[in-house]
């Protein structure tokens, strides 16, 4: 269940941490982020986000709040290499990953990025345990990693029992769960989700939740999600409001 202790310790925007808690330094920092779409046809820009400036510190679970078109799935396709901003920087363990190029990206996220989304992006002609397996072959893991590495990432989301179910015999939850198990088994340092638990009733959500706090302490990771959720917001080590494409201000 939720560690409702955790709230006690919880930040809020506008300050981005400057440090961790434990001096340990970020592994990700974003300076001065912008990002604007041109409109289709008329020839005028989008204005996303207007001056990101912020930093994530090892295993921490960050959320992103703010409402609907505010900029919260653009700022994290940012994060995660899938997207390059306009103006400003993005440092990912020590790397300038908002001037790599695409192939440079997409070897650091195979690598150390793992992504959730709302609609769980499972293949639903495979089991759990295939779905898994199928996230190692493609992040290049040695197949003779397989099959210990399968177990354990289903194990730790708590589907020993359910490995050899398809997507349709689970329960969102457990969908969701498959994910997580999906987006970790390569062992990357940072997930991103987005809206992971807005498909789920709230006992769902808080198991995934659960499963979040579990992995960052047993997997070393950082996680960073987007939620509209404020009972989920109760378990963040800090929350970032985002309103007119910055971070929201006091
Ligand atoms: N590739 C794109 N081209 C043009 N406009 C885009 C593109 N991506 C996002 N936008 C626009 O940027 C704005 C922010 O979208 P974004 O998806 O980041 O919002 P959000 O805060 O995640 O919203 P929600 O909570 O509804 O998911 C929206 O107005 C959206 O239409």
């Known amino acids: ?6 709230a006690a310790n919880r930040k809020t925007s506008p300050e981005p941490q400057t440090q961790s808690t434990d001096g ?3 592994i990700l920092t974003v300076s001065g982020v912008e ?4 409109f289709t046809g008329a020839g005028g820009q989008l204005h996303v986000l207007k001056g990101i400036d912020m930093a994530l510190y090892p295993l921490q679970l960050v959320m992103l709040k703010g409402r609907s078109g505010s900029g919260k799935t653009t700022l994290l396709n940012l994060l995660g290499g899938l997207d390059q901003p306009n103006k400003g920087e993005i440092i990912f363990l020590d790397q300038p990953f908002h001037k790599a190029g695409d192939d440079k990206r997409t070897q650091i996220r195979r690598k150390e990025i793992g992504f959730i989304f709302q609609s769980y992006a499972l293949m639903p002609l495979l089991s759990a345990w295939e779905n ?21 990432c289903l194990e730790l989301v708590g589907l020993s029992k359910r490995m050899h179910h398809r997507p349709f015999e689970l329960s969102g939850g457990e969908q969701q769960r498959v994910a997580i198990a999906k987006a970790i088994a390569h062992k990357p ?3 991103l ?10 006992q769902m959500g808080a ?3 659960s499963v979040f706090r ?26 970032f409001e985002m309103v007119d494409g910055k971070f929201a201000s006091k």
Do not use: Y
Not at 1 to 6: F, G, L
Not at 35 to 38: A, G
Not at 214 to 239: G, K, N, S
């Open 1 to 6: 269940m939720i560690n409702w202790a955790r």
């Open 24 to 26: 340990s330094k970020p």
């Open 35 to 38: 990002r604007s779409f041109p």
């Open 132 to 152: 898994v397996e199928l996230a190692l072959r493609m992040a290049g893991v040695p197949r003779s990693q397989w099959k210990q590495r399968v177990t354990h």
């Open 189 to 191: 340092c940072l997930l």
């Open 193 to 202: 989700a987005d809206e992971p638990t807005a498909e789920l009733d709230s």
């Open 207 to 209: 198991q995934v939740m």
């Open 214 to 239: 579990d992995i960052i302490t047993t997997e070393q990771v950082t996680i960073c999600m987007t939620t509209h959720d404020p009972t989920i917001m109760e378990v963040a080590d800090h929350v």
